[in-house]
């Protein structure tokens, strides 16, 4: 198993360029997630999906949209990049039992990183 | 003030110390907790989850506080492999939230 894969690995972007970030995961879990890290902030949620063609908004969605085409696939689109974008991204998986303690475990693919100049 | 706090170091140990890294989160109904690690530059991996009664993994000791809304991870003999940065992670899924909040991390560095 792969477990979680993002394409593309590093990327940089013009302001005002659009580009789609791909996230498949192989461990047929229900939901997905897509994570922004900046220095000194922590990892940031900015979307997530519960189950094939759902979405909802975490922290810090302005700036992005999601599809999740399949239970497989989830990607993060940026219509328009600005330099505020530039971060690195990581999608993320779970299996999302719904039980007590010490489960939604989330796998973290390798991460996306973007500048944005 | 953040959902979940944690000192961020840089925690310079020597190999073979023992050491510790509080977090403290701010929602009394969060769930359930988690200790990730972070190497430089890649994904984050579950460490361990860390359950009421306190667990233990090898070298490892997660404790969680409910009382005073704090969560513990204890490290003996250090390894130069345990530098990392160790990410405090707490699930407040009965606050409405589907997803995991994470704190900011601890960079520990254990040197020869």
């Known amino acids: 198993n792969a477990g979680v894969t993002q394409t593309p690995k590093f990327q940089v972007l013009k302001t005002g360029q659009s580009m789609t970030l791909q996230c498949a995961q192989d461990?047929?879990?229900?939901?997905m997630y897509w994570y922004r890290q900046d220095p000194g902030m922590g990892l940031r949620l900015i979307y997530y999906?519960?189950?094939?063609?759902?979405?909802d908004k975490g922290e810090v969605p302005n700036g992005y949209n999601v599809s999740r085409l399949n239970k497989r696939e989830f990607s993060l689109r940026l219509e328009s990049a600005a330099p505020s974008q530039t971060s690195v991204y990581f999608c993320?998986?779970?299996?999302?039992?719904?039980?007590?303690?010490?489960?939604?475990?989330?796998?973290f693919g390798p991460g996306t990183r973007l500048t944005v100049l | 003030r953040k959902e979940v706090e944690q000192d961020p170091g840089p925690f310079n140990v020597p190999e073979g110390a023992t050491v510790a890294f509080n977090c403290t989160y701010s929602n009394s109904a969060s769930q359930s907790f988690f200790w990730y690690r972070q190497d430089c530059r890649k994904e984050p991996k579950l460490l361990m989850s860390?359950?009421?009664s306190g667990n233990e993994d090898g070298r490892f000791t997660a404790q969680l506080n409910r009382a005073s809304q704090y969560i513990s991870l204890l490290i003996r003999d250090s390894k130069l492999s345990d530098s990392a940065t160790y990410l405090c992670?707490?699930?407040?899924?009965?606050?409405?939230?589907?997803?995991?909040?994470f704190g900011s991390g601890t960079r520990l560095q254990v040197q020869p």
């Open positions: 860390v359950y009421s």
């Open positions: 999906s519960a189950s094939e063609g759902t979405t």
């Open positions: 993320a998986s779970s299996e999302d039992r719904n039980l007590p303690e010490g489960t939604d475990t989330q796998y």
């Open positions: 992670v707490v699930n407040m899924r009965n606050t409405g939230r589907r997803a995991l909040t």
């Open positions: 461990m047929n879990h229900n939901s």
